[in-house]
């Protein structure tokens, strides 16, 4: 690795992982190209491949700024996945041809000011199950893809913490330390963890930090997170149902995650999209019968949903899902990789309201059953998605979660949703 690049660490937390050739990871995931990238593919010339005449290879994303992906089939695998279930690229030109993404994915470096973290991206369902040997035996797989793309490891700028204010690195490391420390508190269950840090955004989000030196800064977020425990007990207690400003909300926002569920199978075509318009609409009034996004979910009502109880959800079934919001929170990949340009606190907040969204969905996939371990991973799997997914990152659903905020129903949604 070059000067410029930033040394590889792993998490304090051990991650497991080992591929387990399911090929989950080229269907229905959205693979971003770089220039190098598109480059090595004009190189292999796939337009003049017998097999690919006429067929699109790469999807050009954005109207200002240009990106790029990999084209999917009409069931969303990838173009190059073979009916077998092997990557053509791979068989044709060998592992390095692949785009970079597919070569080290579900590995995830978060570059920060000193320390790129390598942590792993659990949209792979071994990943999300903590299958396999610890992250640190696949280091050199990182390491080497920096040295090809030394971008991956170079010291990023902090994100914004509340609005445009931005402060340094050791400023910014104040407020995700102790969203960490919340999220990862074990003396609480989740929903309790995730109530504690959204009460710290809404109190935080309205203090002017701007002028604020840093030990003034130190001493506003310890208070406010010792505090804020006990400010969300009575919510607890309550359990109120989220009014129906905030349900609209949350339901658009489940619309999205849902087409990102591993049981869903869309199709680029006129009728597929106008499936989906109809859906939005349903998922607006939410009412009525679930429209059905895929023959792995049963029939069932918006009410049916609403009144459900997950029924047997112990300590073990929730240990993955609980997994996955740790290591967002300490390896800060909800604030530097996951939604970039977004501040800090909404960020957060958008993390957090992933997790009544798996619920639903969890209610959604299990019916009338209790939820198993695949039901769990799947929805992992899903809001993992998530990250990258332009639906999910843009103004519209920033804007969705500000609302949310404003309302004061961010909370309610988290506790509601994990009855």
Known sequence: MSDSTLPIKTLPIVERWDCTSCGQCCRGTEIPLDDDDLQQLRRQQWDRHPDYQGVQTVVRQGMLRRRYRLAQRDDGRCVFLTGEGRCRIHEEFGLAAKPLVCRVYPLQLVPLDDVALLTLRRSCPAAAADQGSELRTHRDTAVQAVRQRPQLAQAAPPPPIIGSVRRSWPDTRL?????????TDEQYPLVRRLAHGLRFCDVF?????????RPQLAELVTLLAEG??????????????????????????VADYL????????RESWRERLRLAAAAVAFVRGQGPVPRWGDGFPETTFEALEER??????????????????????????????????PLIDNFRALAVAYPVALWMLRYACGEREPATE?????ITAIDRGQG????????????????????????????HAR
């Not at 989000?205 to 030196?213: G, H, V």
């Not at 999910?392 to 506790?415: F, N, P, Y």
Request: proline share 4%; hydrophobic share 45%.
């Open 175 to 183: 407020v995700t330390d102790a969203l960490e420390r919340l999220l």
């Open 205 to 213: 989000a309205q203090c002017r930090i701007r002028k604020q030196d």
């Open 228 to 253: 804020v425990r006990q400010e969300v007990v009575d919510l607890f207690r309550e359990r109120r149902a989220p009014g129906r400003a905030a349900s609209v909300l949350f339901r658009q926002i």
């Open 259 to 266: 087409r990102l569920h591993p049981r869903v199978s869309l």
């Open 309 to 342: 109880k997950l029924g047997h959800w112990g300590v073990e079934l929730q240990q993955p899902l609980q997994r996955y919001f740790e290591t967002m929170a300490v390896s800060l990949q909800y604030a530097v990789a996951s939604r970039p340009g977004w």
């Open 375 to 379: 039901d769990v991973i799947e929805i």
């Open 389 to 416: 997914y332009a639906p999910l990152i843009g103004r519209q659903h920033r804007r969705r979660i500000s609302q949310l905020a404003a309302l004061g129903e961010l909370e309610r949604l988290v506790i509601w």
